[in-house]
């Protein structure tokens, strides 16, 4: 299985980027799928997740109504659409898989992709 994120970069405090992950390996439409972040001295967060099936999504507080988790199933890749960014959102990202349902906790899901860098500047 390998899950291959995309799309970070540097970008000012209120613009937007638009993280990709592409799977392979695994039948994506057995997979709920996720992200999670790491800032510089900070530990791993959840961040957005979506369900295998039934697409239901579900958010990081801190994120919620900024950022949008997508999936689509023809690519077998999932989104994360990220609007009005802080510098507080500055973080390693993470593009995450775990068959079945979905979950929020690091070690409950099975695979990691290797993740992408978002600087914020303010």
């Known amino acids: 299985v390998q899950l291959q994120a995309s799309g970070g970069g540097l970008v000012q405090a209120g613009g937007s980027l638009r993280l990709s992950c592409a799977a392979s390996g695994l039948t994506f439409s057995s997979y709920a799928m996720g992200w999670f972040r790491q800032a510089p001295g900070k530990e791993r967060e959840f961040v957005a997740g979506i369900a295998s099936s039934d697409g239901i999504r579900f958010y990081a507080d801190s994120v919620k109504g900024r950022f949008t988790i997508s999936r689509d199933s023809a690519k077998n890749t999932v989104y994360l659409q990220m609007n009005s960014l802080k510098p507080e959102d500055t973080a390693v990202y993470y593009c995450?898989?775990?068959?079945?349902?979905?979950?929020?906790?690091?070690?409950?899901?099975?695979?990691w992709g290797q993740g992408t860098l978002v600087t914020v500047s303010s």
């Open positions: 995450v898989a775990r068959r079945g349902y979905s979950a929020t906790t690091y070690h409950e899901y099975d695979y």
